[in-house]
């Protein structure tokens, strides 16, 4: 009787335990985004990330620190991204470097400091940070989810394989279309508000220059002097922000002939909720609606 009731109890506990989601938490929103979708009910994927932060330099509170140590997974960029990782204790078993297949890979830039925004001064690294911009880089972040979360979850496996091959299609697709409006861009001389798009630059062939602007405030006349010398004879530039720009400064790009789009490069929450695939789509369109206008 004993040992039924022990047997019985164990089961109980094992219906438990696999009925409790995995807590994961992620230090970007692609990377929330892909546990989500790749975990389906069997994962809560946790982005803490509070709106209007860039999550790229914003550092948790302790309490928010503690929450990450307990979760079950912790999904980690790489390159770089979100340092503060660096600086406290994480379990190394539920740590996921979700880049570290293509370290050799990373792009090195050179080191930018400047203040802007609730985070304050703080530096650009000397390593680009946004690899997801690459869709087949995104492919392998994915991935590299997808093999954690089923160690986790091993009795998932089958589910998680299916969600996968399901968004790495949607990732191909958008490498495609990328590498189609890259080939567009080939002539065009195109300059970023911000230093955000290496990889995507280097993945689909086009030159971007950078500023170092913030998208929702008015360019001063130095900033003007800068960006009319980066445009200098160029038949056609294409001004590329990282978020809705000022309207005056809207106003000024169309007054010297240039075409504007917004390209969301994606790293915080969305205000409209949309996954990484439509995120990414929308920018797409906007790259390709800037093309059709000039």
């Not at 109980?12 to 692609?30: D, I």
């Not at 003007?224 to 160029?234: M, Q, S, V, Y």
Request: proline share 5%.
């Amino acid at each position: 009787m004993r040992a039924a009731l022990a047997a019985l109890f164990m089961l109980c506990a094992l219906v438990a335990s696999a009925a409790e989601p995995l807590k994961v938490y992620a230090v970007n929103a692609p990377l929330a985004d892909f546990a989500a979708r790749l975990g389906g009910a069997r994962v809560e994927a946790v982005f803490p990330v509070p709106a209007g932060r860039d999550p790229a330099f914003w550092r948790p509170p302790l309490a928010l620190i503690a929450e990450f140590q307990a979760a079950d997974l912790i999904l980690l960029n790489g390159a770089g991204f979100a340092s503060w990782t660096q600086k406290v204790s994480l379990p190394r078993s539920r740590v996921v470097d979700t880049s570290r297949g293509f370290a050799d890979r990373y792009i090195e830039t050179e080191g930018v400091t400047h203040s802007h925004g609730p985070e304050g001064a703080h530096s650009h690294a000397a390593v680009a940070s946004y690899t997801w911009l690459d869709f087949r880089q995104a492919a392998e972040q994915a991935r590299a989810v997808a093999d954690a979360l089923t160690r986790r979850a091993p009795d998932a496996e089958a589910e998680i394989a299916e969600r996968l091959d399901a968004l790495t299609a949607d990732l191909s697709a958008l490498d495609t279309r990328a590498r189609a409006i890259g080939e567009a861009l080939r002539d065009v001389r195109v300059i970023a508000s911000h230093p955000r798009y290496q990889y995507l630059a280097r993945a689909y062939g086009v030159e971007i220059a950078s500023l170092d602007w913030e998208a929702g405030e008015t360019p001063t006349e130095a900033q003007w002097r800068a960006f009319d010398h980066l445009r200098e004879g160029a038949a056609r530039v294409l001004m590329v922000w990282e978020a809705e720009p000022a309207p005056e400064a809207s106003a000024a790009l169309t007054g010297r002939g240039v075409a504007g789009a917004v390209f969301d490069p994606g790293a915080a929450s969305d205000a409209q909720s949309r996954s990484f695939i439509d995120r990414m789509s929308a920018n797409l369109d906007a790259l390709e609606a800037a093309l059709s206008s000039m």
